[in-house]
């Protein structure tokens, strides 16, 4: 049995060499918990590098959906804001344009024109001529069907 005796240097050395199945136990279990915890970490800062590299991606293809989102919003802004100030400029004379618009429209469709053709012509949409028609002349609308 062990002696709960203090050994200093060489005793024990000299205990350690006698004992070698103990001093091989001993060592075993302070060595192995040890090894073990640098291979956590090791492990853990493996699997937290990938992370962080699929975090960055993702945040990467975030960053482009929004600069994409933004130039379209910009665009679309720009666009509203320039046929707002064309609309605008005209003053008063634009709504008289405006109100002679609905004959134009329903002039054309007599005349044999398709919605489209009337749309590029008068600045306006498919679906407004097809609108306007409707909701003036039915009769039109239903020529343009």
């Known amino acids: 049995m062990i002696d709960l005796v203090v ?13 070698a199945i103990a001093t091989a136990v001993v060592v075993a279990a302070l060595l192995v918990p040890g090894l073990v915890c640098i291979w956590a970490a090791r492990r ?8 962080l590299t699929q ?7 975030i960053r482009s959906a929004v600069e994409l989102l933004t130039d379209t919003t910009e665009s679309a802004l720009q666009t509203a804001f320039a046929e707002i100030e064309r609309i605008s400029d005209g003053g008063h004379g ?5 109100a002679e618009l609905p004959a134009r429209v329903q002039s054309a469709a007599r005349n044999g024109r398709s919605a489209r053709e009337i749309a590029q012509a008068e600045g306006l949409s498919e679906g407004e ?12 609308h239903a020529a343009l069907n």
């Not at 853990?44 to 992370?51: D, K």
């Not at 001529?129 to 039109?140: I, K, Q, W, Y």
């Open 7 to 19: 050994l200093r240097g060489a005793e024990l050395l000299v205990w350690m060499q006698a004992h």
């Open 55 to 61: 975090i960055e991606q993702r945040l990467t293809h």
């Open 44 to 51: 853990g800062a493996v699997v937290s590098r990938q992370a």
């Open 94 to 98: 634009g709504l008289a344009v405006r």
């Open 129 to 140: 001529v097809r609108l306007r028609l409707r909701l003036t002349a039915p009769d039109a």
